[in-house]
């Protein structure tokens, strides 16, 4: 196949960015989308041209590094896949594709397609875990059951590989599926019951301090999510927000 | 220079009660006068930041993501051992602590395999305590599966995404630390070298990935957890970051390195599709549990399946070899991963390769599928002769056990694994050797510690699956912490180490050198083009099966790569800013370095074992010889150049279990 691509080129924060185009033949429809920009990084390379940088590692789906914005959606077309899982038989020969980073006020860009996202690292900071020694002295995994659907349910909330296409996809930039899946793989737990209160009120100002926007529930954000994470865990926030904020 | 190994005396059952009974402690009050840095957030590195954090110690942690949440342990995926016999099938710590050491092909440490298997019901306890939400049956209970090369169910798992789960829990328990100040996170930050003070270690260099910053970092005791390097084949399962650089720059700096030539090739992974494969995708082993693993009996089949003309599913049962249940009856599809990966290449080198390349073979449901729709179609009263329906209710089965690899499988080659048999080919997985540590995790450098898959310890020649998670979080929550305070008790009055020193100096004069040294070589070609060269003679003559010309030769290529890269490499950019090709070009020098002690590793042992296949060394059937005048850890020093490392040998004994020959049949 043959591509023109337009890629979001920045030097660094500080200076302004633009979309430049570049035309790249002979792409296969069985390479990942990333592959695609490593064989356009190679001809850059070869011509004494700097890469395009982009975040990624595993390439498998489960890190959340990759993290392109892909003809305006987040990890671009398919459906339930990050951009390391996106292969380019999603494509068509003489396709343009425009490149872009993920954007949102609080994940500022350090270079071309990179963001910084370190804003959802504070956000679990805040709260995002249960307070237990790691002493070797906690009592047997067995001692309390959990309802297999509880754990099913708290399984799927715990997927979340923090990748921001949540907020690259919302329009008011809301981090709300992100912190929400972390409350809601909590809430569901008898571990995490006790920290509850404090958790959800001190995330969710971490969430509003960071820059974050508010949900407004258009639920573009759940669409885009390449792990499935469901709407309800932002419903189960708001009723554990709501009556911490009773208590509080 | 000896090794000690610093096993303590007494019992197997008693060793690890009775040092910890013995080891020094520090005072809480004088844990806050003692910096750790831990360089790697990974499931290693994570817990051991975390747990140190907790003791007291002020901790700095290091990885180059943008978070610890990214380390390259998110993406383990089948599970982690743990000795707790709640299937009441007849598990103990012993039998863990039996199989692994005989899946290692005896040739891993007694004691510490022992303490291993000793921790490993406290693994399960912690995470479970942190919110790990493994998988449970419908009682509450957790649930075990099965993994290969043993015959309980002491597994345990969150689908297949064990390793996120377990990361997630000890990135949580390290954001507490953070949030309480007691580790500070340096995030995309790379360590380019270890600074030994007195011959202590006592700091590290390290690199601001997006300013290009270079930073000088100090504390009393460092440790490493900064994972293995399989990416040295290039082409592995491993994340892209994945390096071998922090462990490297140790060994130039006098920690031995061991067993350099150990490497696990996983046998489920996605076959190579074409030149542009960045890297390998692994399915779980646990896929195993129910997938039968064969490639057509007659040649002519075998060729019609790669041109397309049949399909896998047109081929009848008489017709299929299930080689795995026909030449190990015992554990069948479920032998260890070195048998299960040199018997698929036996296969496709024989020509019944099943891909277009000839590298693949399959692994098919299509039973499993029957199994299980019958069994539920019993379960809910509905007639188990009807096809459609038992079928339906056997994906059904399939897909709530292994749903998200098979969705990987399908997004990746495109094709729909409930309907025609996976092609699965082994891979470059996970590097057993790494740095030699003593039974207290410390490294030959006092002061320098190594945790993870970074060092060599627990596994031996091969690894059996769910236990690299295992080995990890071990090492990290339970053990490292522990033997850590001994060494530290003799710091409390040391202060602050400076870091305005000559060997701080020297340390960052070398690094800023050699990254000037890149940055203004102006040569050819890209950082990747030697990469992959490297990756290709690694695979071709260091990889599943090799020989003593084939490695003669590997250590002549390898050699003059490397001439040719530092002659001829191209770095664009500069360096004071993110730049990833130059980020890569460090580590792909390191590669270069390490391939070439990793030929000579595998050149020196004469023998197959684990999984290392020497093929002058075989039994008559084709299964590997392991010979006793090797039962030693093979120890490098560095000396100024790969070629001229010296050997170092730790004779390993085994006083508590028969050495015997390792038979799956
Ligand atoms: C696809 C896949 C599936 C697997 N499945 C299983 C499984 O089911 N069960 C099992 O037991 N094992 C499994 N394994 C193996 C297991 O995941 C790894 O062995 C283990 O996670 C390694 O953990 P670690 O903490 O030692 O290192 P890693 O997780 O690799 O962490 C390395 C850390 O070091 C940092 N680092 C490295 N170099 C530097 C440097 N120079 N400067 C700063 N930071 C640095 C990185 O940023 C990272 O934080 C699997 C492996 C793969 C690839
Ligand atoms: S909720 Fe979904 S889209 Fe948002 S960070 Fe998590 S995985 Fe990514
Ligand atoms: S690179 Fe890890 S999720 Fe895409």
């Known amino acids: 196949m043959k591509l023109l691509l337009k890629i979001w080129r920045q030097p660094n924060a500080a200076t302004k960015g633009k979309l430049i185009g570049y035309t790249l033949s002979d792409v296969s429809p069985d390479m990942s989308f990333l592959e695609m920009l490593d064989v356009l990084n190679q001809q850059l390379i070869d011509k004494n041209e700097e890469p395009v940088v982009f975040d990624h590692d595993c390439r498998e789906g489960i890190c959340g590094a990759c993290s392109l914005q892909i003809n305006g959606r987040p990890h671009g077309p398919d459906f339930g896949v990050t951009t390391c899982q996106l292969h380019m038989r999603k494509f068509k020969d003489g396709d343009t594709i425009v490149i872009e980073p993920f954007r949102a006020k609080a994940f500022p860009v350090i270079k071309d397609l990179i963001v910084d996202r370190s804003a959802f690292d504070r956000i679990q900071q805040a709260g995002g875990y249960i307070s237990v020694n790691t002493s070797g002295n906690t009592q047997d995994a067995n001692a309390i059951p959990v309802n297999k659907h509880d754990a099913d349910d708290a399984f799927d909330a715990a997927t979340c590989i923090g990748c921001g296409a949540c907020v690259a996809a919302c329009k008011n930039a809301s981090a709300m599926l992100f912190t929400s899946a972390k409350v809601s793989q909590f809430a569901l737990l008898p571990q995490g019951k006790i920290e509850a209160t404090r958790r959800v009120l001190n995330m969710v100002q971490q969430m509003d301090d960071e820059g974050f926007g508010n949900c407004t529930n258009t639920g573009a954000c759940e669409v885009e999510c390449p792990k499935g994470i469901s709407l309800e865990n932002i419903a189960r926030m708001n009723r554990e927000y709501l009556s911490a904020s009773v208590e509080g | 220079m000896a090794l000690d190994s610093k096993i303590p005396a007494g019992p197997l059952e008693d060793k690890w009660t009775n040092h910890k009974n013995k080891i020094n402690l520090v005072n809480p009050a004088n844990k806050r006068l003692i910096d750790v840095i831990v360089v790697g957030t990974g499931l290693a590195g994570g817990s051991a930041a975390a747990t140190l954090a907790e003791l007291g110690y002020n901790v700095k942690a290091f990885c180059f993501q943008d978070s610890p949440r990214r380390a390259h342990s998110i993406a383990a995926q089948g599970g982690i051992n743990a000795a707790k016999n709640y299937q009441g099938d007849g598990d103990s710590v012993y039998r863990l602590f039996y199989d692994t050491v005989k899946g290692g092909d005896y040739r891993s440490r ?64 390290m954001n507490r630390q953070i949030a309480r100040g007691k580790i500070t996170m340096y995030n995309r930050h790379e360590m380019l070298d270890v600074v030994i003070v007195d011959g202590k270690a006592r700091g590290i260099i390290a690199r601001d990935l ?136 036996e296969r496709c080198d024989a020509g019944y390769g099943v891909n277009a390349t000839g590298e693949a073979v399959f692994l098919d449901f299509a039973a499993a599928i029957q199994r299980y729709g019958k069994e539920q179609a019993h379960i809910k009263g509905l007639d188990e002769n009807d096809r459609s329906l038992v079928t339906k209710l056997g994906k059904d089965v399939i897909k709530a056990k292994y749903g998200n690899l098979f969705q990987m499988y399908e997004k990746i080659v495109d094709q729909n694994p409930y309907e025609t048999p996976m092609m ?39 690894r059996l699956g769910a236990s690299a998670l295992m080995q990890g979080l071990a090492d990290g929550y339970f053990v490292l912490p522990y033997t850590i305070g001994d060494y530290l008790s003799n710091d409390i009055r040391t202060g602050k180490i400076p870091t305005d020193n000559p060997e701080f100096d020297a340390a960052e004069k070398q690094v800023t050198d050699l990254l000037e040294k890149l940055i203004n070589n102006k040569g050819k070609n890209s950082v990747d083009h030697y990469h992959k ?89 084709g299964e590997a010889l392991r010979r006793p005048e090797f039962q030693y850890v093979a120890a490098w020093e560095y000396t100024g150049d790969p070629s001229e490392e010296i050997l170092h040998k730790e004779d390993l004994e085994y006083k508590n279990i028969e050495v015997k020959e390792r038979s799956y049949k």
């Open chain 2, 110 to 173: 007694e004691a510490n395999v022992y303490r291993l298997a000793e921790v490993s019901a406290n693994i399960i306890d912690q995470c479970v305590a942190q919110g790990v939400p493994f998988a449970r049956d419908y009682g509450g209970l957790l649930d075990n599966r099965s993994f290969g090369g043993v015959l309980v169910s002491r597994t345990f798992y969150a689908k297949g995404q064990t390793g996120q789960q377990l990361l997630l829990g000890c990135y949580s328990a």
């Open chain 2, 210 to 345: 997006v300013t290009g910053k270079i930073e000088r970092h100090s504390a009393h005791a460092v440790v490493l957890g900064t994972g293995g390097y399989g990416n040295v084949f290039y082409l592995s399962t491993n994340a892209m970051g994945s390096n071998v650089t922090a462990a490297w720059k140790a060994h130039k700096r006098g920690a031995f390195f061991a067993n350099p030539c150990y490497t696990q090739i996983h046998p489920t992974c996605i076959p190579v599709s074409g030149d542009h494969q960045s890297k390998l995708t692994l399915m779980s082993e646990s896929l195993r549990n129910d997938g039968r693993i064969w490639v057509p009996k007659n040649m002519d089949d075998a060729e019609a399946v790669r041109k397309g003309k049949l399909k896998p599913t047109d081929i009848p049962e008489e017709n299929r070899d299930y080689y795995l249940e026909r030449r190990y009856p015992a554990f069948g599809n479920l032998v260890p991963r070195d048998v299960a990966s040199r018997a698929a290449k």
């Open chain 2, 424 to 462: 699965i080919y082994p891979a470059v997985h996970y590097t057993m050797g790494g740095l030699w540590v003593d039974y207290n995790l410390m490294t030959n450098v006092k002061g320098l510690y190594c945790i993870g898959e970074a060092n060599f310890s627990d596994h031996g020649a091969n």
């Open chain 2, 533 to 621: 060269k490297l990756g290709k003679i690694m695979w071709d003559k260091v990889g599943m099966a090799r020989n003593a010309e084939g490695l003669k030769e590997a250590i002549k290529e390898i050699k003059a790569l490397r001439e040719e890269f530092w002659n001829d490499v191209y770095i664009p950019g500069g360096e004071n800013e993110y730049n990833e090709e130059l980020a890569k070009a460090t580590r792909v020098a390191d590669f270069l370095e390490l391939g070439e002690l990793f030929a000579k590793d595998a050149l020196h042992r004469e023998e197959s074992c684990g999984g290392h296949f020497r093929e002058e060394y075989q039994t008559p059937e």
